[in-house]
């Protein structure tokens, strides 16, 4: 590691930023504007028109020599997936140089005291991943919060005489986000033309990780095949929930002081010997320059996360 390389790495990085500013986009394909053309034309001729939103593909990645060896990376796929979860409106590839410009101090670092602090770098490059998982739980716990809500007011539309339809555009427009978005997908795609069931599955794509909505959708959808009161198994539905996030609520509280605990005795280890290498080098080079050092670091670190491990065991209690 030298500096010449460093430098390297610095210019590289402060091109795609300048680039970014520039917002230099792959071009999209004549075909897809042709068929938005089409969309705005019949605008005026239709009452009801589907959303441009909903058939417009956005470009994955912002820069298009990027794009090129990512689009079939499996991890990007992934990564997209998840920034589409957590609602971010972010090209795979800008998060990829976000999360390098966190590891990018810590590079600096390293060539002017020890090469054992790029270790710090990796572990500071998967900051925004936490960032998005921290994201999607929020929007998840939002989403479980406003539900209940949602059903009820789903219900009041279906004996009001509403079709299935017209109530899921009542929860569009009435609701707040995020779960008007969730339910605006749905309506866009029957609106598309796209079978009701299928719409209604695709509810579980848009929010994969709340339990709520998938016992909605297999609800609604066993509702439609074997018959029966919709309204009424709503209504039992939004019940059920309810008290379930009543207890999650009473749950938390309960083992706030555990968790709370249990982040102590995760951070203390590693500030420790953080403060130390910087207040006193010379007393960290046994660890880090020695054969016993280095193992027994590793036995740390091994021990440390087995550790966190138990305790994020002990403190999941799924109801």
Known sequence: MTPLLVSIVLGFLCFILVANIYQVRMPRAPEIEKRLENIKKSSSEQSHVINPDFVMMENEFRFGFLGKYLKNFKPAEYLKDQLYYADLNIQVDVFMLVSALFCLPFLIIAVFTTPYVILLGVLASFIPFIIIKFLIMKRTNLFTQQFPEALDLLSSSLRAGHSLYSAFDVIVKEMPSPIN??????VDEISFGIDTK??????????????????????????????????????????????????????????????????????????????LF?????????????????????????MLSIGIFCIAKILSIEI
């Open 198 to 275: 299928d719409a209604i599955l695709s509810l579980t794509r848009v929010m994969p990780f709340s339990m709520d909505l998938k016992f909605f959708t297999t609800a609604v959808i066993l509702q439609r095949e074997v018959g029966g009161n919709l309204a009424k198994i709503l209504d039992t539905l939004s019940i059920t929930i309810r008290e379930r996030f009543k207890t999650l609520g009473q749950l938390k509280a309960q083992t706030s002081q555990s968790k709370f605990s249990g982040i102590i005795l995760t951070l203390v280890p590693p500030l420790i010997a953080i403060i």
């Open 181 to 186: 978005q969730v339910f605006k997908n749905t």
């Open 278 to 302: 910087f207040i006193s080098p010379g007393y960290m080079d046994p660890l880090l320059h020695t054969t016993q050092g280095n193992i027994a670091i590793a036995i740390s670190v091994t």
